[in-house]
């Protein structure tokens, strides 16, 4: 195949390319015609497995690579998020907050795919995914929420897949046992929402222009599992600056990419292509040659069509995902202002430790607006916590109740959890490059109880989760507060 170079070619051409900078015109993404690439769920791969072998081996090849090659490891990282946000190629680009989370991070691995494929010497080299929820599943090599063996084995730096800052201890580095709990990987909020455009649904807010980090809530899957899995993982996962230098990020943006998929072929679902400007936004990586190569949405939303690859275990691709009269037509899609939709608000500076908050949060006069809303099944009440900034990033997730009794056990499956707290992306002044952080959580089925258990004020309540080790929930080790300064009950 034409542009299928050897890896000696590879190295004499960056070698001789130095720094980079020439911009090719769009490329042509197909470069696998006939077979397709199936990309493995990692639970099922040891350690002699050929996408094993060839992911430690690309990965050890970019770490060599010299600082300033745009492939090295670090660099390919910068492109994430740079540490300190410092500027360079193609740094500090990824996308959250909005409607381009997904494929920007599509694209984001899939060159790092390719390069992993060029560097391995492996031509057919696929990207595993990481499901965290593989559970006890016959023959999965992993428990539910666990890190792969491959990831934390052996510890220390022959291992290029081994990150020793993960949460669980320095040493450890999430290690045998450890696992991450069970409420910080649902997908169940996210894959129940039916429309993907919008701060509360499942792809995220509509912005106008490429948006390094948007202030207001993240979609539904980005919140969960995806910010939660990073910051439950903590360590460099935990930061955006940082995140992609653990390679387990990876294989949790395969399994994120994959989840695209499966929400898509739920009945309903489908990606915004009648947006032109959702279709045609292009992106900028760098291909194996580390030249910049430019890709749009549009051609990138099937994957196995356009791009070559399928997941292991996926439904088959869905065929409305296509933007095709989208051009021309420039839909906007209005989310009215979220102070016209406030039912209460109340200023109240709070600070999350290691012990679980709770707080009153008095309803006013406005009981029977908000029971109405909850009780309405085409109106929707949302919990909003503004103002949220972090000193450091904690290395905790807080599962968040509403209406919990005093003195009753928080347990994510009870009617009272509303999701989980994960401050991915949560900077020191609010959201990275934005004034405020936001999260959000729909709170409807609790809020209906906890009113007619308490009309006048409802019991928030804040509890930290550290790792689960062999079964048992660990002390929490906290190591960074997160605060927030008001609370506002609003209608979606
Ligand atoms: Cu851009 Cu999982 O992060």
């Known amino acids: 195949m034409a542009n299928r170079r050897t890896r000696r070619d590879f190295l004499i051409t960056t070698a001789a390319a130095g720094s980079l900078a020439i911009v090719l015109p769009e490329e042509l993404l197909a470069t696998k015609v006939g077979a397709v690439f199936v990309r493995r769920n990692v639970k099922f791969l040891g350690p002699n497995h050929p996408d094993i072998v060839s992911l430690k081996a690309g990965i050890q090849a970019m770490k060599n690579l010299p600082a300033a090659n745009p492939l090295n490891w670090n660099r390919w990282a910068?492109?994430?998020?740079?540490?300190?946000?410092?500027?360079?190629?193609?740094?500090?680009?990824?996308?959250?907050?909005?409607?381009?989370?997904?494929?920007w991070h599509r694209m984001y691995i899939l060159f790092f795919e390719r390069i992993i494929r060029q560097l391995s010497g492996n031509p057919n080299f696929s990207l595993p995914y990481w499901d965290y929820t593989a559970g006890t599943v016959a023959g999965s090599l992993y428990n539910a929420g666990a890190l792969p063996r491959l990831f934390w084995s052996p510890q220390n730096n022959t291992n290029p897949l081994y990150n020793s800052v993960r949460n669980g201890g320095a040493a450890a580095g999430f290690n045998a046992g450890a696992a991450i709990t069970p409420a910080a990987l649902s997908t169940t909020v996210a894959m129940n929402t039916t429309t993907f455009v919008g701060s509360l649904r499942f792809g995220g807010q509509q912005v106008a222009a490429p948006t390094h980090f948007a202030g207001g809530p993240h979609g539904r899957l980005e919140a969960n599992p995806h910010d939660s899995v990073h910051s439950a993982i903590g360590g460099d996962m935990g930061d955006p600056g940082r995140a992609a230098?653990?390679?387990?990020f990876f294989l949790h943006h395969c399994n994120i990419d994959r989840l695209w998929n499966v929400w898509l072929k739920q009945a309903g679902r489908t990606n915004p292509t009648g947006n032109a400007a959702w279709c045609k936004q292009p992106f900028q990586f760098f291909n194996t040659s580390g030249q910049v190569i430019t890709s749009r949405v549009r051609d990138v939303l099937r994957a196995q069509a356009q791009l070559g690859y399928r997941y292991e275990?996926?439904?088959?691709?869905?065929?409305?995902?296509?933007?095709?009269?989208?051009?021309?037509?420039?839909?906007?899609?209005?989310?009215?202002?979220v102070e016209s939709r406030t039912v209460v608000v109340h200023q109240q500076t709070i600070t999350l430790g290691a012990a679980p908050t709770r707080v009153n949060l008095p309803m006013g006069n406005r009981t029977e607006s908000l029971r109405g809303i909850a009780n309405d099944t085409r109106r929707n009440l949302v919990l909003r916590l503004e103002g949220v900034k972090v000193d450091r990033q904690p290395g905790v997730v807080y599962e968040v109740y509403v209406g919990l009794p005093a003195g009753q056990p928080a347990v994510h499956t009870s009617p009272h959890f509303v999701g989980v707290l994960a401050t991915f992306g949560v900077g020191t002044h609010g959201g990275h490059g934005d004034s405020d952080g936001v999260i959000s959580f729909p709170i409807d089925r609790a809020a209906a109880a906890a009113l007619t258990a308490n009309p006048t004020s409802v019991p928030i309540t804040f509890v930290p989760r550290g790792l689960i080790v062999d079964g048992r929930e660990q002390p929490v080790q906290l190591q960074g507060n997160v605060t927030f300064t008001r609370f506002r009950v609003h209608e979606e």
């Open 78 to 103: 910068n492109i994430h998020r740079h540490p300190n946000g410092l500027a360079g190629p193609l740094f500090n680009t990824c996308q959250h907050g909005h409607w381009w989370f997904f494929p």
């Open 245 to 248: 230098r653990d390679p387990i």
């Open 313 to 337: 275990e996926e439904p088959l691709p869905q065929a409305s995902s296509v933007c095709t009269t989208a051009e021309g037509i420039q839909e906007a899609i209005p989310e009215p202002s």
